[in-house]
T-cell receptor, first 115, second 108 residues
Framework: DADVTQTPRNRITKTGKRIMLECSQTKGHDRMYWYRQDPGLGLRLIYY???????NKGEISDGYSVSRQAQAKFSLSLESAIPNQTALYFC??????????????FGEGSRLTVL | QKEVEQNSGPLSVPEGAIASLNCTYS??????FFWYRQYSGKSPELIMF????GDKEDGRFTAQLNKASQYVSLLIRDSQPSDSATYLC????????FGAGTTVTVRA
């Protein structure tokens, strides 16, 4: 089983619908992240959480919200999906040691299409 | 200015050749640098990291860091078709900032 699991892996939805992407991890890491990936733009950070009581906006948080339900679970919500939120979404984790600040462990990705 | 810039490619090299990927960064205080590889349809995975000026070698991969010029590069020697992927440069601060990636195709 994967250490970082994302559900669903693929989702097609319509404009205006509410969507939740879920992420769970068995690595025991405190830090969790949500990124989106678009062709030519690389990975951009949406939200991150350094522990259960800590939630921070990333560079592109507008239109998104998150919930850290437990150390192992971090969910991303699109309250009212729009077509330009069509992208590949990755959840990632890291521990908080110095070197590992740059080492992220990614889930397999959730491909979202908003029609 | 974007924090991390990569030569966008795509880069096509023949099998056995050296693939050279470059990355520049804007924060002069950055101390560490990471290279991720992402196969098509898959998630990124860490392949190299470097902290000190100079070269760091790991198998066929060499990372080169020049802090004075604010660039970091990745060389892939004896390129193989299995090296065909997108390579992402990343620089950490409170988060990990990624470049847009360079797609490498190794021609058999």
């Amino acid at each position: 089983d994967a250490d970082v699991t994302q559900t669903p892996r693929n989702r097609i939805t319509k404009t205006g619908k509410r969507i939740m992407l879920e992420c769970s991890q068995t690595k025991g890491h405190d830090r969790m992240y949500w990124y989106r990936q678009d062709p030519g733009l690389g990975l951009r950070l949406i939200y991150y959480s350094f522990d259960v009581k800590d939630i921070n906006k990333g560079e592109i948080s507008d239109g998104y919200s998150v919930s850290r339900q437990a150390q192992a679970k971090f969910s991303l919500s699109l309250e009212s999906a729009i077509p330009n939120q069509t992208a590949l979404y990755f959840c990632a984790t890291s521990d908080n040691s110095g070197r590992a600040t740059g080492e992220l462990f990614f889930g397999e990705g959730s491909r979202l299409t908003v029609l | 200015q974007k924090e991390v810039e990569q030569n966008s490619g795509p880069l096509s090299v023949p099998e056995g050749a050296i693939a050279s990927l470059n990355c520049t960064y804007s924060d002069r205080g950055s101390q560490s640098f990471f290279w991720y590889r992402q196969y098509s349809g898959k998630s990124p995975e860490l392949i190299m990291f470097i902290y000190s000026n100079g070269d760091k070698e790991d198998g066929r991969f060499t990372a080169q860091l020049n802090k004075a010029s604010q660039y970091v590069s990745l060389l892939i020697r004896d390129s193989q078709p299995s090296d065909s992927a997108t390579y992402l440069c990343a620089v950490p601060d409170y988060k990990l900032s990624f470049g847009a990636g360079t797609t490498v195709t190794v021609r058999a």
